[in-house]
């Protein structure tokens, strides 16, 4: 970062931490149970209260407030109470503002509530919610006080909680290397200072060998899925046990200089969508650091994200040399006129310099093509638009559009133009299928077309690699797979009894490499100036690959946020009519963390 940009960045921040205000909250991991119940909840129907659901991670403090509208409703199944119960937990330093009706008035005509504090529950018989079951007898005086946080501290002006993370697995994989396995260990703390500031850190040691096609993947792109800096770990305890090791850092600060706007800044991703996948912002590339600003405006809700990138990993790097930067500002403007309907429209500018942040498009609302123009500049801007409709309280239909660069009469020709870079998404969500409580399904299907998200000017004299591509450390910051594919997918999620969850996953995948040395498309990091031919592309061009993958996941919560994964997976992948098998099976021990699957 520059220290021009670093300096805004920091004059940003005091200047707003000066002002009063009551603090957001640190956000939970979009697989964590709190998001799933808020997601199936919404689109029941349970509340009809106005949250965006597509800002991917829910935030604590909101997630507080929805459990609390919908605490006592009557419609709610016993599995959805506990359901309620555990992220009720999960958010224990917003217990005190759990509202409940005081049960002397029947008819709640008068508007009378009590807080928690102020009502105790005598148990659960009566099908309302045992709120107090969350607290428990403390471990030697001061650990686990309440099921969801290993230590917390709780100060008028301070309040801490302190948790143990890992994630320890096993998985075989028939003809490949026997030890194929995963070693975890870190911490996650949350931390409010004064109610207005808050802070969130998650610290992760591991240790890990993938299985084979991960592993190729890493080879070719010199980066590891989602993580940053690595290198090569050898055990001197086990022999032959190989892999790579790695730091993983999520840490943010955050306030509201006033009511409706908040203010962030740390180092994390982020993802925009109502879908498993994402083709406008994602989590799967590494962390970067960010300044984010939310907006809450009567039925709007208003995201900036300004963030530091790095346009290649750290094994292209020269020795001893910091990693070049690259720069990127995103909007995206939500509209929510009912809380079963949301669209949203997006758009990013990754700027086609290095190390060089470019202000103007600091103006959190003007148009970056307006910019760029009067730059008289040609940055990487790409434009989006999400939608999600819930239906008949059980299905909600969603769907993306991306648009690199469009022109509807090379569409209207079918001509195949290079420049008709677009994407779209179409998915469908149905909740307690067929009238099964929490089982529920999703079907979605991904396409994007060849040279999406790429971008002309190079790294360097002899780099084929663009510095503007839509990445970060040679990870697309939209769907994992980069350009010209077509990907279908069907989830299907059952809670048969409590604390025990079936999880499987199928899905079809056609995708094109490159051949010869030749762009045809899908390497988001290649110059498009490099491509094989102006008309006539094609989705999945060039190197043909069809994956075909199911895979099914039990896992048992044997205490709160701790997990037993059993799982196994079927994997085949036919590349130019050579077929190879990728199948495996294994099980892991998790805790206050979600399962990290590389599934493409």
């Not at 920091?10 to 997601?39: M, T, V």
């Not at 799967?284 to 809450?296: C, E, G, R, T």
């Not at 559009?401 to 149905?430: H, M, P, R």
């Not at 085949?572 to 892991?588: I, L, M, N, P, Q």
Request: glycine letters at 6%; one cysteine or more; charged letters at 20%.
């Amino acid at each position: 970062m520059s220290c021009k940009s670093l300096v805004f960045y920091i004059i940003i921040f005091i200047a707003g931490s000066l002002q009063y205000g009551i603090a957001q909250s640190p956000r939970f991991e979009r697989q964590s149970l709190s998001q799933i119940s808020y997601n199936r909840l919404q689109i029941l129907g349970i509340s009809d209260s106005i949250y965006t659901s597509s800002k991917g991670n829910l935030d604590r403090k909101n997630a507080a407030e929805f459990f609390n509208n919908i605490l006592q409703n009557e419609s709610l199944s016993e599995k959805d109470k506990k359901d309620v119960l555990h992220c009720i937990a999960d958010n224990y330093e917003h217990k005190h503002q759990i509202v409940i009706f005081d049960e002397t008035d029947k008819n709640k005509q008068n508007g009378i509530f009590r807080t928690q504090d102020e009502l105790e529950f005598a148990g659960d018989s009566d099908g309302s919610i045992d709120i107090n079951s969350i607290d428990r007898q403390p471990i030697l005086t001061y650990f686990y006080q309440n099921k969801a946080n290993f230590f917390d501290i709780k100060t008028p002006s301070f309040e801490l909680y302190l948790n143990p993370v890992f994630d320890f697995g096993f998985t075989e994989q028939p003809a490949y290397d026997p030890y194929v396995f995963q070693n975890t260990r870190g911490i996650e703390l949350r931390a409010y200072i004064d109610k207005k500031v808050y802070v969130y850190t998650r610290l992760l040691e591991n240790q890990r060998h993938f299985t084979d096609f991960v592993t190729d993947r890493i080879s070719k792109f010199q980066a590891i899925p989602g993580q940053g800096s690595f290198k090569g770990f050898s055990s001197g305890v086990v022999d032959n046990l190989t892999g790579y090791d790695y730091f993983n850092t999520v840490a943010y600060i955050g306030f509201n200089p006033i009511k409706s706007i908040s203010v962030e800044f740390g180092h994390d991703n982020h993802f925009i969508g109502d879908g498993y996948r994402s083709l406008l912002l994602s989590d799967y590339a590494s962390n970067y650091l960010y300044l984010k600003l939310d907006w809450k405006l009567w039925k709007f809700r208003y995201q900036n994200i300004f963030s530091e990138l790095s346009p290649i990993s750290i094994i292209q790097s020269p020795q001893y040399e910091i990693l070049p930067r690259k720069y990127a500002a995103t909007h995206y403007l939500t509209f929510i006129p009912h809380h079963n309907f949301e669209v949203g429209v997006f758009e990013t500018v990754v700027f086609g310099r290095e190390n060089h942040f470019e202000f103007q498009y600091l103006n959190p609302v003007i148009f970056y093509r307006s910019i760029e123009h009067s730059l008289n500049s040609s940055d990487n801007v790409i434009l989006g638009l999400n939608v999600r409709w819930n239906v008949l309280k059980r299905f909600s239909l969603y769907g993306q559009i991306v648009l690199d660069e469009f022109k509807l009469s090379e569409v209207q020709k079918a001509s195949g133009w290079w420049a008709n870079k677009f994407g779209y998404q179409a998915g469908l969500k149905y909740i307690n299928a067929f009238g099964i409580d929490h089982l529920d399904l999703q079907l979605e299907s991904n396409v994007v077309r060849p040279y999406t998200y790429t971008h002309w000017q190079p790294l360097n004299e002899v780099s084929e690699n663009s510095v503007a591509s839509y990445s970060n450390y040679n990870q697309p910051l939209a769907h994992i797979l980069g350009a010209s594919f077509d990907e279908k997918i069907l989830l299907i999620r059952y809670v048969p009894i409590n604390k025990i969850t079936l999880t499987a996953k199928g899905m079809i995948t056609k995708y094109g490499e490159d051949k010869d040395g030749l762009n045809y498309g899908n390497n988001i990091l290649l110059n498009y100036n490099l491509r094989t031919s102006d008309y006539g592309n094609f989705v999945a061009q060039g190197v043909k690959n069809t994956i075909v993958s199911a895979g099914l996941t039990v896992s048992y919560e044997f205490l709160h946020n701790f997990c037993i994964d059993l799982y196994g997976n079927y994997r085949t992948r036919d590349r130019e009519s050579v077929k190879s098998d990728h199948h495996a099976y294994g099980f892991r021990v998790r805790a206050n963390i979600a399962a990290l699957d590389y599934d493409y």
